[in-house]
């Protein structure tokens, strides 16, 4: 069975610091995903990470792909209170089955 | 363009009562999830239809889950009898396979109490 782990679970950091977050996967894949979720709220898709090397950019968000190592960071740059949310990695297998991570809750503090 | 609708937004009932669970998907897309989110977990995928034929079951609990997509289009997934261990948020989800690309697009859930 597939597993998808992220870590850490609960990150807290202050406003205009650095951090990256992990998500490490079982089996072979060259498709992963990244998703928000807003307390109370649906997910919204940020990233698509289609192979090896991928590397994707919005705003302070930053994600990547290295499916030798199966895995996957989310590095967030010079963090904002808006930036606060539960981020999930997803691993797309063959016939577009999802495995979600176990997701990582951001608190970012004034 | 809409996005995936679900309904109820919320549900509660008591152990052993039966439930159901509508989705809307987004207009012409062939794909459509059910997921399991219990609170504090990542989404655990329950059946994904391809048109009106079911992809992978393999993870819905059949002796009381159950779950079916008519025409292709709306889906409902039914829990009958509720065990307390389904409490959770029910997300239904849609995709259009673009290229290599699949992206889901997520209805806002269902959350489910059971008392």
């Known amino acids: 069975e597939l597993k998808v782990e992220q870590n850490p679970l609960f990150l807290s950091m202050q406003e205009g610091k650095n951090y990256t977050i992990y998500c490490n996967y079982s089996?072979?894949?060259?498709?992963l995903y990244w998703y928000r979720q807003d307390p109370g709220k649906s997910l919204e898709s940020l990233f698509v990470l289609l192979s090896n090397g991928a590397v994707k950019q919005e705003g302070r968000l930053m994600a990547s792909l290295d499916t030798k190592a199966r895995l996957s960071t989310l590095h967030i740059t010079a963090a904002v209170h808006d930036l606060s949310a539960t981020y999930f990695c997803a691993v797309d297998m063959v016939g577009n089955q999802f495995y979600f991570g176990t997701g990582t809750s951001l608190t970012v503090i004034p | 363009e809409a996005g995936v609708a679900q309904s109820p937004r919320y549900k509660i009932i008591e152990k052993r009562q039966s439930v159901a669970f509508w989705c809307n998907p987004i207009s012409g897309h062939a794909t459509l999830y059910w997921y399991q989110q219990i609170l504090g977990q990542g989404p655990k995928l329950l059946i994904q239809f391809q048109n009106n034929g079911v992809v992978d079951d393999s993870q819905l609990p059949k002796d009381r889950f159950s779950a079916e997509r008519l025409k292709g289009v709306d889906s409902t997934l039914k829990i009958q009898p509720a065990k307390l261990e389904d409490s959770a948020v029910y997300l239904c989800?849609?995709?259009?396979?673009?290229?290599?690309?699949?992206?889901?697009?997520f209805g806002a859930g269902t959350r489910l109490s059971v008392l």
């Open positions: 089996t072979t894949s060259d498709r």
């Open positions: 989800a849609s995709s259009s396979f673009m290229g290599v690309q699949n992206i889901q697009y």
